[in-house]
């Protein structure tokens, strides 16, 4: 190595050296000189050239974990991932994504733990000193939060406290995003932003309310930087299959390949402002580039029915949804939340986040990703919006173009 005179040559000495020495050598740099702000470009500079940036999520085998995992790779950073032990593979939605850690490219590394357990979280703040935190995790179903409200309490609320403790307690500076929901409003009349005030209608929107103020604690007396995402539904062909978008382009699927003929739903009549996920994970990651922490709602402005979404889905895929559906009370909630509908204007204005893709583009991408999966062909509107619309989008390769692929473990292969 050439001899060097101050911290930051070291660290530029070392970008053609081993990466993750880089990164330690060049975060060292920036925590013992740092006047903060100083040195930004010539780190900058460097993190085009390495994976500087360290990251941690929570829930990074989930929808949203995965797309934000390649979101941040593709920003190059080094991902962390907190998974949970389980007797069957869980990580089918980053399998593609993965890379054998003894490579020396590998950027993603994965962490056994749980929300559950907060020495095992001070454990990894310490030792990956992440310069980022997204906490995704959490028991994300409502339904099941009312049959399991306590474990819901448990993972959803108290989890994040444990993390922002941990945080705390090791002493680590980072960023901290906080995957806060529309849940939060239950019952308050829409249109929804930052003042609307809260009225959570489950055990998982009054433990989101927790987390959110548990967040806003920490930042005020301990001034960490913790930012809320306030977000509303977004889905893709990653999305979980009990939820009630993809349960109807995955009933969908399975009725044209002949492996189902009803669909049994709930609640038709309340409404849901669908967004498409990995715009989503994108406000995530601007919410931690800003000069301060703050919370923001993350929505389309458009709200749409279940019916609705049945009526478009079921057209486009050339069947009669009136044939196939049927009404099952077991799926109806001892309480509803009626209608979401976002006010996003702070959002777009301090963070120029806008959706792109509609509530018919939405729907047109799940049900060819799921008709692909079940190797049907499908009408192809869906594939060929994500190729129009997002061919190089955010130099976030093969992301959004790989989705469809992804959504059933198609790239492991
Ligand atoms: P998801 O697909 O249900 O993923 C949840 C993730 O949390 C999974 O990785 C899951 O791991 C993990 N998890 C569950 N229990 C855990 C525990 N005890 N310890 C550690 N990890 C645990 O949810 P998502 O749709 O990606 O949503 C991500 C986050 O945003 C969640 O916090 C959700 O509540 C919130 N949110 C979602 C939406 C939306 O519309 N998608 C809107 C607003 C807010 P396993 O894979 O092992 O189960
Ligand atoms: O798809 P859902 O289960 O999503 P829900 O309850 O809105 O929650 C999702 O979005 C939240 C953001 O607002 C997230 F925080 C949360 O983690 C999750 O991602 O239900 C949507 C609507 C509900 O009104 C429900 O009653 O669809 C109705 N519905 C009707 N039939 C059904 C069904 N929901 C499900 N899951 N299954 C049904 O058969």
């Not at 939060?184 to 932003?193: D, E, I, L, R």
């Not at 729907?363 to 008709?371: Q, T």
């Amino acid at each position: 190595m050439a001899v060097t005179s101050s911290p930051l040559q070291e660290a530029r000495a070392q970008v053609l050296g081993n990466h993750n020495e880089l990164s330690l050598v060049a975060l060292e740099y920036r925590r013992a000189t740092e006047p903060p702000g100083n040195e930004k470009c010539e780190l900058r500079h460097l993190q085009v050239r390495c994976p500087l940036q360290h990251a941690l999520i929570t829930g990074i085998t989930g929808q949203d974990g995965s797309y934000l995992a390649e979101l941040l790779l593709s920003k190059g950073y080094e991902v962390h991932g907190v998974i949970r032990r389980a007797s069957t593979f869980n990580t089918g939605r980053i399998d593609h994504i993965y890379v054998d850690p003894h490579t020396p490219q590998a950027r993603l590394f994965l962490h056994y733990g749980d929300l559950s357990t907060g020495s095992r979280l001070i454990d990894l703040i310490y030792s990956i000193r992440p310069d980022e935190v997204y906490n995704l995790g959490a028991q994300s179903h409502v339904m099941v939060s009312f049959e399991n409200p306590e474990y819901t309490g448990d993972i959803t609320a108290l989890g994040t406290t444990r993390l922002l403790d941990a945080i705390h307690r090791s002493g680590v500076t980072t960023r901290f995003y906080q995957a806060s929901s529309s849940e939060m409003f239950g019952s308050a009349p829409p249109p929804q932003n930052e003042q609307t005030p809260f009225h959570p209608r489950s055990p998982y929107g009054a433990a989101k309310v927790y987390a959110y103020w548990v967040a806003i604690n920490y930042r005020e007396a301990y001034g960490m930087f913790c930012s809320n995402g306030v977000l509303f539904n977004h889905e893709s062909p990653r999305r979980g299959p009990t939820f009630v978008t993809r349960k109807i382009t995955r009933a969908i699927a399975h009725i044209l390949a002949g492996k189902q003929d009803k669909l049994y739903l709930g609640n038709l009549e309340a409404k849901r402002d669908w967004g498409y996920a990995p715009e989503y994970v994108e406000s995530m990651w601007q919410m931690l580039q800003r000069e301060r922490p703050d919370d923001y709602v993350v929505g389309t402005g458009k709200s749409h029915t279940i019916r609705e979404f049945v009526t478009e889905a079921f057209e486009y895929a050339g069947l009669d949804w009136g044939k196939h559906v049927s009404v099952d009370d077991r799926y109806k909630r001892p309480a509803e939340v009626d209608f979401l509908l976002a006010d996003s204007k702070k959002a777009e204005r301090e963070l120029g986040w806008k959706p792109r893709v509609s509530f018919r583009e939405l729907v047109r991408i799940m049900v060819d990703g799921d008709m692909e999966s079940l190797g049907l062909t499908s009408p192809g509107e869906g594939a060929r919006l994500l190729r129009e619309k997002f061919g190089a989008w955010h130099q976030w390769n093969n992301c959004v173009s790989d989705n469809l692929k992804a959504a059933e473990g198609a790239l492991l292969g």
